[in-house]
């Protein structure tokens, strides 16, 4: 019996995304060729979720289709991927529309990427490709399927069933990332994973290609970290997927910190990766330089370890406190209380961090002194005060200065 979406189409797309893949539609009718809605689209259909981005496979040229209903509709093509077909179209309202040829890909070595090849296939053998059933489900476009569910794999099934499954035995072989995209969508979703998939990735983990690029996998790592669900960190560790990257993670971590009020305005959604990757990394070495971090994660990571194997347990002395803490980054010391509990970083965020000397070298000479190496001893002097509670204005450090002078 065939499944038709029509309700959840009107219902979930807005008037400007209707209005473009109707367009669309219309145009692959009129130029003799098959578009179907594919992949993450239809699955939130069926999930009753908001619709963010739209991906139209072409079964055929999406290159030379794009350019045919730029002239037909006056829309805009505004990324050509010459080597995959693909291409974004931007159509009057504004919507962007990514449109794809059907392809089919190999696999020459694990981690990297696939190999495209037999452009504008057959639907069925484009959704093969895929990572897992629950993406591979299509939606029909033209005018003799309108809006009919197309599933080849079982996918429907699969999402009445809250199932993530792989669609065949290498696929984690082939693309190691897919491991961390199955948590992903189990945490997104509420799914279970498959048990033949759970067990095909456990095989996996269990003897990692520690030579594989590590790119796909961080790109995984970013989206999956950046998750609102503080099962993120722990579902990597409980499923070994962590041995993608290291050997020896950070177990012990009181996340509750991260919701302490002096921490949690302390870093954005993107410090979220860097704080996760930190504890991954913090205790290994051998994938730290295949991951191409750049060069602000790389300091995070590297002061966090200062922190973690050099730093003294409690320092009590708030001069030295300002001193050992000020010259490192706030997220890498949000990290570093997050493993620790440590209440000198406390200490220091909430009650030494924004303390700064107010006078400056030209107060001094406008009170008669000379420039000299003096100075220096002069605001190191004033800064103890202050952290000490001491000296609150600019008037109250240069009457301290004049009888520093006098002594």
């Given at each position: 019996?065939?499944?038709?979406?029509?309700?959840?189409?009107?219902?979930?797309?807005?008037?400007?995304?209707?209005?473009?893949?109707?367009?669309?539609?219309?145009?692959?009718?009129?130029?003799?060729?098959?578009?179907?809605?594919?992949?993450?689209?239809?699955?939130?259909?069926?999930?009753?979720?908001?619709?963010?981005?739209?991906?139209?496979?072409?079964?055929?040229?999406?290159?030379?289709?794009?350019?045919?209903?730029?002239?037909?509709?006056?829309?805009?093509?505004?990324?050509?991927?010459?080597?995959?077909?693909?291409?974004?179209?931007?159509f009057p309202s504004g919507v962007i529309i990514d449109f794809a040829s059907t392809r089919q890909e190999k696999y020459?070595?694990?981690?990297?990427?696939?190999?495209?090849?037999?452009?504008?296939?057959?639907?069925?053998?484009?959704?093969?490709?895929?990572?897992?059933?629950?993406?591979?489900?299509?939606?029909?476009?033209?005018?003799?399927?309108?809006?009919?569910?197309?599933?080849?794999?079982?996918?429907?099934?699969?999402?009445?069933?809250?199932?993530?499954?792989?669609?065949?035995?290498?696929?984690?072989?082939?693309?190691?990332?897919?491991?961390?995209?199955?948590?992903?969508?189990?945490?997104?979703?509420?799914?279970?994973?498959?048990?033949?998939?759970?067990?095909?990735?456990?095989?996996?983990?269990?003897?990692?290609?520690?030579?594989?690029?590590?790119?796909?996998?961080?790109?995984?790592?970013?989206?999956?970290?950046?998750?609102?669900?503080?099962?993120?960190?722990?579902?990597?560790?409980?499923?070994?997927?962590?041995?993608?990257?290291?050997?020896?993670?950070?177990?012990?971590?009181?996340?509750?910190?991260?919701?302490?009020?002096?921490?949690?305005?302390?870093?954005?959604?993107?410090?979220?990766?860097?704080?996760?990757?930190?504890?991954?990394?913090?205790?290994?070495?051998?994938?730290?330089?295949?991951?191409?971090?750049?060069?602000?994660?790389?300091?995070?990571?590297?002061?966090?370890?200062?922190?973690?194997?050099?730093?003294?347990?409690?320092?009590?002395?708030?001069?030295?406190?300002?001193?050992?803490?000020?010259?490192?980054?706030?997220?890498?010391?949000?990290?570093?209380?997050?493993?620790?509990?440590?209440?000198?970083?406390?200490?220091?965020?909430?009650?030494?961090?924004?303390?700064?000397?107010?006078?400056?070298?030209?107060?001094?000479?406008?009170?008669?002194?000379?420039?000299?190496?003096?100075?220096?001893?002069?605001?190191?002097?004033?800064?103890?005060?202050?952290?000490?509670?001491?000296?609150?204005?600019?008037?109250?450090?240069?009457?301290?200065?004049?009888?520093?002078?006098?002594?």
């Open positions: 019996m065939s499944i038709f979406l029509d309700k959840e189409f009107n219902a979930l797309l807005s008037e400007n995304y209707k209005s473009a893949i109707l367009l669309a539609a219309k145009a692959a009718d009129d130029f003799g060729i098959q578009i179907f809605l594919i992949g993450g689209i239809v699955r939130d259909l069926l999930l009753d979720n908001s619709i963010k981005d739209i991906d139209i496979a072409v079964q055929g040229d999406a290159v030379k289709f794009a350019d045919f209903l730029a002239k037909k509709f006056s829309c805009k093509v505004i990324a050509v991927q010459e080597n995959l077909r693909t291409t974004k179209v931007e020459e070595k694990s981690g990297v990427l696939p190999i495209a090849y037999n452009f504008g296939c057959n639907l069925e053998e484009d959704v093969k490709r895929r990572d897992f059933t629950i993406n591979t489900l299509a939606l029909g476009l033209n005018k003799s399927q309108m809006y009919e569910l197309i599933d080849f794999c079982g996918g429907y099934v699969d999402i009445i069933n809250k199932k993530i499954r792989i669609l065949h035995k290498k696929s984690f072989i082939d693309d190691p990332s897919r491991i961390v995209r199955a948590l992903k969508f189990k945490i997104r979703f509420g799914f279970d994973i498959d048990n033949n998939t759970y067990n095909l990735m456990q095989n996996y983990l269990s003897d990692v290609d520690n030579l594989m690029p590590l790119e796909r996998i961080k790109n995984e790592l970013y989206q999956y970290f950046n998750i609102k669900d503080k099962k993120v960190y722990s579902y990597l560790i409980e499923t070994n997927a962590y041995k993608l990257l290291c050997d020896n993670p950070l177990t012990n971590v009181d996340f509750e910190r991260l919701k302490t009020d002096f921490i949690k305005n302390l870093f954005n959604k993107d410090d979220l990766w860097v704080i996760y990757m930190s504890l991954l990394l913090i205790n290994s070495n051998y994938s730290v330089q295949r991951l191409n971090l750049t060069s602000y994660e790389q300091k995070i990571i590297n002061e966090v370890k200062f922190l973690y194997s050099n730093t003294r347990n409690i320092l009590t002395d708030n001069f030295e406190i300002y001193s050992v803490y000020g010259k490192i980054n706030i997220i890498s010391l949000v990290i570093y209380y997050l493993i620790t509990g440590n209440n000198s970083v406390k200490k220091y965020i909430t009650e030494l961090k924004d303390i700064k000397v107010l006078i400056n070298g030209n107060d001094l000479i406008s009170l008669g002194f000379m420039p000299s190496e003096k100075f220096g001893g002069y605001f190191e002097k004033i800064l103890k005060e202050k952290l000490n509670g001491k000296l609150k204005t600019k008037a109250e450090e240069l009457e301290f200065i004049k009888k520093e002078e006098k002594k």
